[in-house]
């Protein structure tokens, strides 16, 4: 029978299986709503000078704003994605991306600092378990040779998605108030909800209707046991060090992406909307080294976890070097470079972190190892990487505050050292599973 749209063969062992342009349809869907959900996160960032000078904030009360939605995310992306596995993961990625773009449309109508508050802790808890519940929806539709770059390529949209935010709300921001911001934000998120809604069949995509058409599917959405996936989550001291290693890197993520925009207000004087700009193509800088780091590790590391940690550890300590030497040189031009290459590397340990997790876990439960990393990188990393940095930029300044950061890659690189020296016997368990 003649196929309508353009098909890409592949092989799964020894079938052939074809990703057919329904599977395209999706993951751009899936992509553009994991845009909007950076989009609604980071937006915040480029209006904190306009809420500051409106509400009186200090910086503290500021960075919590952006940490509680990263906390939310941490703390319900486990249970939200064990509940999407048992009720339909197209049915849960509906819901949550309704609940996070409406309350970024309450963010923009709060009054009051409890109020947005609140509204925050919403899109977190919209946003918990997108990113798992959203890959492993592609990797069941594409086999499993393309899996890798599916999911680099998906992950780096979250990067990707804040440089929108950041950019796009700062000129909102500029222009109408820092409310439009999010209302703009909102209205895109609705809209593609609504589309994916449309698009988006659960028999086609979870179903066997899905079989038919050539889409590989999983038996994830079979009843678990908690107990038993809890201990194959932790079952060895090299997969906790991934788990702890990655989340205290995305520390200096969390600092960055939240007072990036700040930082270029306060100490190179640059308006609202050209701080977001700026502050836009830094976060493009670490949406293009996370593929990049990934695909270095994937040539370097191919047959050698190990060298994949170690590779992992380099990025890490690169990123905290370099943006160490930038707060040595007084503001201008080469500090501004510096600080955009230790952006390349901030995130470089995603595509290692997540190829360690897949295979010190059995493959029935990828996606609840992806969400449990999803929860590392957020209570570790982003969550406090944000409120931490704003508490301290109280007491010493922002740009002191921000000086402290790359001791957090320090840090990673200890803990994903001492999983390299437990490596051998935890993959020889994760082998024989």
Not at 27 to 47: E, H
Not at 191 to 202: E, G, H, I, K, R
Not at 312 to 333: D, E, H, K, R, V
Request: include cysteine; charged fraction near 10%; hydrophobic fraction near 50%.
């Amino acid at each position: 029978m003649a196929v309508n749209m353009q098909e890409t063969a592949c092989y799964d062992g020894e079938r052939p299986q074809r990703i057919r342009g329904y599977a395209w349809v999706i993951f751009a869907l899936t992509f553009g709503l994991l845009l909007s959900d950076y989009m609604s996160r980071q937006v915040l960032s480029a209006v904190f000078p306009q809420i500051k000078a409106d509400w009186g904030l200090s910086d503290a009360r500021l960075g919590a704003l952006s940490g509680i939605v990263s906390l939310a995310v941490g703390v319900l992306a486990f249970p939200i994605s064990l509940a999407a596995d048992r009720w339909g993961r197209v049915r849960s990625v509906t819901i949550m991306a309704a609940i996070w773009s409406i309350a970024t449309l309450l963010c923009g109508l709060s009054h009051n600092y409890f109020t947005l508050l609140s509204a925050r802790f919403l899109v977190g808890v919209g946003e918990a378990a997108y990113a798992s519940v959203g890959m492993a929806i592609l990797i069941s539709m594409f086999p499993a040779r393309h899996t890798s770059t599916v999911a680099g390529t998906f992950f780096a949209g979250g990067m990707i998605g804040s440089v929108m935010g950041i950019g796009f709300g700062g000129s909102l921001a500029s222009h109408f108030g820092w409310r439009s911001a999010f209302v703009g934000m909102a209205v895109f998120g609705i809209a593609l909800t609504v589309l994916y809604m449309m698009v988006a069949s659960p028999a086609r995509i979870e179903g066997e209707k899905g079989q038919s058409t050539g889409i590989r599917q999983t038996k994830s959405l079979a009843p678990v046991r908690v107990r038993q996936v809890l201990r194959d989550l932790f079952s060895s001291p090299a997969l906790i060090c991934v788990y702890i290693g990655s989340g205290l890197q995305l520390f200096i993520s969390g600092g960055l992406l939240a007072w990036l925009p700040s930082f270029l207000n306060r100490v190179y004087d640059m308006p609202l909307s050209k701080a977001g700009g700026v502050a836009a193509i830094f976060v493009l800088c670490g949406a293009c080294g996370m593929p990049l780091c990934g695909a270095l590790s994937d040539r370097l590391g191919r047959d050698s976890p190990r060298r994949k940690m170690l590779l992992a550890i380099t990025f890490n300590l690169t990123c905290g070097a370099l943006l160490f030497a930038a707060f040595q040189f007084p503001a201008g031009s080469a500090q501004l470079t510096l600080i955009a290459l230790a952006m390349f590397f901030s995130a470089g340990v995603m595509g290692p972190a997540g190829t360690m997790v897949a295979n010190l876990t059995p493959k029935a439960i990828h996606s609840t190892a992806m969400a449990t990393l999803a929860l590392a990188l957020n209570i570790l990393g982003l969550a406090p990487g944000s409120v931490v940095t704003g508490a301290l930029a109280d007491r010493l300044g922002l740009a002191p505050a921000l000086q402290l950061l790359p001791l957090a890659s320090v840090a990673s690189a200890v803990v994903l050292l001492i999983g390299v020296r437990h490596l051998r016997g935890a993959r020889d368990r994760g082998a024989s599973s």
